[in-house]
């Protein structure tokens, strides 16, 4: 089993700019099989997953005690929290879609370049 990693050339290389992964594995009749996955650098992709779970985790647990608050008859405050968190995660999912469109031709790129190569053989 091998790992081919492509990325876009370092000088057209935005933050946006995604990579194309690709595993390859030796099948039974001599030929190879080839799973791909058009994504972003690993910068970005930590961005948004401990963003998620930053936002998540917060939300939740002032959630849970906002709700205790209101249940205790105290001023819910931890629920302004709570709705921040929701807030955030939604601008960090209009974030990652426009990541998506600035990056879409050049994923076009990465896939007509991984189709002359495997055209070429």
Known sequence: MGMVVIHVAESKRDRWSPR??????????????VLGVYGPEHEVWALF?????????LGI????????QVFIGQFPWALWICGSM????????????LGQKL????????????QTAIEAE
């Open 20 to 33: 194309l992964q690709l595993s390859l594995e030796t099948v039974e009749d001599g030929g190879t099989h």
């Open 86 to 97: 929701a807030v955030l995660a939604g601008l960090l999912y209009l974030l990652a879609q």
């Open 61 to 68: 647990f002032s959630g849970i005690y906002g709700f205790a």
């Open 103 to 114: 990056g879409a031709w050049q994923t076009f790129e990465l896939h007509q370049l991984y």
């Open 49 to 57: 997953i401990y963003g998620y779970i930053m936002t998540g985790l």
